[in-house]
């Protein structure tokens, strides 16, 4: 996979130097914008983005950078939703191996706002069209931040909203995605 140039940035897969400021990224987000911070069984690829993401051919990690600098992540796993804490159904609708779930589609807020998110996004999934094996694109938001609900109904079919049940507990803001392999992009 190659570099995209996006405006001041280059869009492209991280390498083993992007790991610490993706890191970051990734950390900022989870205690400034989720506002619980690191969670150990919800975050192992954060500490382990090299084996997460670097050395899995069916993984990715793409990263937005300027002038050297992470701004914004957008993580490609071979993994459906966990239950728990997500609903059984969705686990079994969309399964790990064939299921590609984008994850950590994070912008820096100072780098929001300018078609990063939408690149990254498309990027991944080109990477997941071109990937053998991936039937469905799957995904799950914090409808909390700021733009989030918005940005992914622009994109993607909502498959289950767990506000509406109260499934993953009081005070959890979750909806479920899905979005149409691309074919022939």
Known sequence: MSETEHREYTV??????????????????????????????????????????????????????????????????????????????????????????????????????RGLARTLVDTACDFIAATPGYERIYLHTNVDVEGAEAFWRGLAKEIFDARTTGEHGPGVATVHFEIPVPVGR
Do not use: C, N
Request: glycine share 8%.
């Open 12 to 113: 492209r897969p991280a390498t083993p130097a992007d790991v610490d400021s993706a890191r970051r990224v990734m950390l900022d987000t989870f205690y400034r914008e989720f506002g619980y911070g690191y969670v150990p069984q919800w975050h192992g690829d954060v500490m382990d983005i090299e084996g997460t993401y670097l050395d899995d051919p069916r993984h990715l990690l793409l990263v937005a950078v300027r002038d050297g600098e992470v701004v914004a992540t957008t993580g490609v796993r071979s993994a459906g939703p966990a239950h728990p804490p997500h609903p059984r159904h969705l686990a079994e609708r969309y399964p790990s191996g064939t299921t590609a779930q984008l994850v950590r589609v994070y912008v820096h807020p100072d780098h929001r706002r």
